[in-house]
């Protein structure tokens, strides 16, 4: 029975074999990299000019770039630019690449400064509202799939219903989702969507 289970199907011998197969990867791999890396210089431009809401000791040059293999079985790469974790506090903009999936661009909050950050949210919801952003509905702030039950979209008519969804929650994660096949992506604009994805989010965090 162990035996049985453990043998490859022809399907698997054929994928074990392809050699091209694992030099695409690792080609894709290296072009993703290089994206965040440029994407991590856009942001870092910025934040340059902005008067953000942050946690003490923020550092607006910390960032991190992450590769793994096993988000849900799936490959990704990510950058954190900006990057704060520290205790209870976070505030982190992240551009995730998520194989076999889609791209995230996602501004992570938690602890200090909650209030205020839905406070300006609500306040300012109608400069939010219409950019492509999404309010996540995940219990944690490390779930990355989108759509119904995932996501809320950030429309104008739905004030009430995210207004809802904030006050029960001690973290909040607006995300900005792209397929694959958009053309930016195909195009290698991360660097511009991100930018762009970061600038919809700051009615939240700016003074």
Same mark, same amino acid.
């Given at each position: 029975?162990?035996?049985?289970?453990?043998?490859? !199907?022809?399907?698997?011998?054929?994928?074990?074999?392809?050699?091209?197969?694992?030099?695409?990867?690792?080609?894709? !791999?290296?072009?993703?990299?290089?994206?965040?890396?440029? +994407?991590?210089?856009?942001?870092?431009?910025?934040?340059?000019?902005?008067?953000?809401? +942050?946690?003490?000791?923020?550092?607006?040059?910390?960032?991190?770039?992450?590769?793994?293999?096993?988000?849900?079985?799936?490959?990704?790469?990510?950058?954190?630019?900006?990057?704060?974790?520290?205790?209870?506090?976070?505030? +982190?903009?992240?551009?995730?690449?998520?194989?076999?999936?889609?791209?995230?661009?996602?501004?992570?909050?938690?602890?200090?400064?909650?209030?205020?950050?839905?406070?300006?949210?609500?306040?300012?919801?109608?400069?939010?509202?219409?950019?492509?952003?999404?309010?996540?509905?995940?219990?944690?702030?490390?779930?990355?799939?989108?759509?119904?039950?995932?996501?809320?979209?950030? !429309?104008?008519?739905?004030?009430?219903?995210?207004?809802?969804?904030?006050?029960?929650?001690?973290?909040?994660?607006?995300?900005?989702?792209?397929?694959?096949?958009?053309?930016?992506?195909?195009?290698?604009?991360?660097?511009?969507?991100?930018?762009?994805?970061?600038?919809?989010?700051?009615?939240?965090?700016?003074?």
């Amino acid at each position: 029975m162990m035996a049985h289970s453990t043998a490859f !199907t022809e399907e698997e011998t054929v994928l074990l074999a392809d050699a091209q197969f694992f030099r695409k990867k690792a080609a894709i !791999t290296a072009k993703v990299r290089s994206l965040l890396e440029t +994407t991590r210089g856009a942001l870092q431009q910025e934040l340059v000019a902005r008067s953000l809401i +942050t946690p003490p000791h923020f550092d607006p040059h910390v960032h991190q770039l992450v590769k793994g293999e096993h988000l849900e079985d799936f490959p990704y790469q990510y950058l954190d630019c900006p990057k704060h974790f520290a205790g209870a506090n976070i505030f +982190t903009f992240r551009t995730l690449v998520w194989w076999g999936h889609h791209v995230v661009c996602a501004l992570l909050l938690e602890g200090v400064g909650m209030k205020q950050y839905k406070q300006q949210f609500l306040g300012r919801f109608h400069q939010l509202a219409g950019k492509g952003l999404e309010l996540s509905l995940a219990s944690s702030l490390w779930e990355w799939k989108r759509g119904e039950g995932y996501t809320l979209p950030i !429309t104008h008519d739905r004030k009430a219903q995210i207004a809802a969804v904030l006050a029960e929650r001690s973290f909040m994660k607006v995300v900005h989702c792209l397929p694959f096949g958009d053309p930016r992506i195909q195009n290698g604009q991360l660097a511009q969507v991100a930018c762009e994805a970061f600038r919809a989010t700051l009615p939240i965090v700016t003074h």
